[in-house]
């Protein structure tokens, strides 16, 4: 029995020298009652680091941690019943890769873009050394009630439909409302616009670069159609299945042997003139047009009876 006293009392012994290692040796000032507490409508963390900044960054990261997460499940409650939707939208993967850019890209969601550390209602920390080492504790106490949760899972929704009715705009479209060949290059770039705005793991993403093929096609069937040829001048048109364009690019222009080769557009009508003098008869005669469209090149060779 003696013996198990002693060793009980070593124990004990050992155990408040450890504890005794650490101390508070500075503060920010009076503890506030609320460090390790529990409080409605608030987002209280603590976290430790060698230097003090970087103990604040720490806390700042579990609050957005917290809130993430509070957004994500509230998000998976709200859309439980419609797994069509979930589907479509990838609404928890988005909330998943959302998850692993919080640590290194939190200003890029858009609901945590706003937490901020001069929102805090509160913050205290300690400076503590352990032998000959010194580290920081610091704590924070973040305002997230009710209302703040509501706010940030509306704005997410409504990111989210925004950009699934935008995405909509992009499937339906079929270039058939355009009227020149810019539109369509511009609205090509729209496209690459919006995908490169889409996280890593979006679901949308594939369906962007299904639309970007239909949209590459629609560029590439772009053709030049001969509208009258002669031996003074050329007239063509850029159309789009039926429908002639407007087109306010430049062509490249290439011929055995005229010259003083001039071209310019007549509202859907490009018109090339030449001289006719350099050129024989005995011979057969051309001239290829050819034009940078989005990066596809549209071209043709027009023979001179």
């Known amino acids: 029995m003696r013996k198990l006293c002693i060793c009980l009392f070593s124990l004990l012994l050992c155990s408040a020298c450890m504890t005794a290692k650490v101390k508070v040796v500075e503060t920010s000032g009076k503890a ?10 608030y987002i209280i963390v603590s976290a430790e680091s060698a230097s003090l900044e970087d ?21 998976q409650s709200s859309s439980a019943m419609d797994t069509r939707e979930i589907g479509v939208n990838g609404k928890y993967s988005i909330m998943e890769q959302y998850a692993s850019m919080v640590e290194t890209k939190s200003a890029q969601i858009p609901f945590l873009s706003e937490v901020s550390i001069t929102k805090a209602e509160g913050f205290y920390w300690e400076k503590l050394k352990n032998d000959k ?7 924070i ?14 704005d997410f929704q409504s990111k ?13 479209d079929d270039f058939s ?29 594939e369906r962007c670069q299904n639309v970007e093929r239909v949209y590459g096609e629609y ?59 350099t050129c024989t008869d005995e011979q057969t005669n051309f001239i290829d047009v050819s034009f940078n469209v989005g990066g596809n090149k549209v071209k043709k060779r027009f023979t001179i009876q």
Not at 160 to 172: G, H, K, M, S
Not at 254 to 263: A, E, G, M, P
Request: proline letters at 2%; a positive charge.
């Open 55 to 75: 103990a604040k960054n720490k806390c700042m990261l579990q609050v957005k941690k917290q809130i993430l997460a509070s957004v994500a499940e509230n998000v």
């Open 160 to 172: 989210e439909r925004a950009l699934d009715n935008q995405l909509a705009d992009f499937v339906a």
């Open 133 to 139: 080492e010194y580290s920081y504790r610091y704590h």
């Open 141 to 154: 106490k973040y305002p997230f009630g009710k209302f703040d949760l509501l706010r940030m899972v509306d």
């Open 219 to 277: 560029i590439r069937s772009i053709q030049l159609r001969l509208i009258r040829i002669s031996k003074e001048e050329l007239v063509f048109s850029a159309n789009f299945r039926e429908k002639a364009l407007t087109m306010a690019a430049q062509p490249k222009l290439k011929s055995n042997c005229l010259s003083n080769i001039q071209y310019q557009s007549r509202g859907t009508e490009c018109v090339v003139t030449y001289d006719y003098a």
């Open 32 to 41: 506030p009652k609320w460090i390790y507490a529990v409080e409605q409508e």
């Open 177 to 205: 409302q355009y009227t020149s060949v810019e539109q369509m290059i511009a609205r090509v770039q729209e496209l690459k616009l919006f995908k490169a705005s889409l996280m890593e793991g979006d679901s949308r993403l």
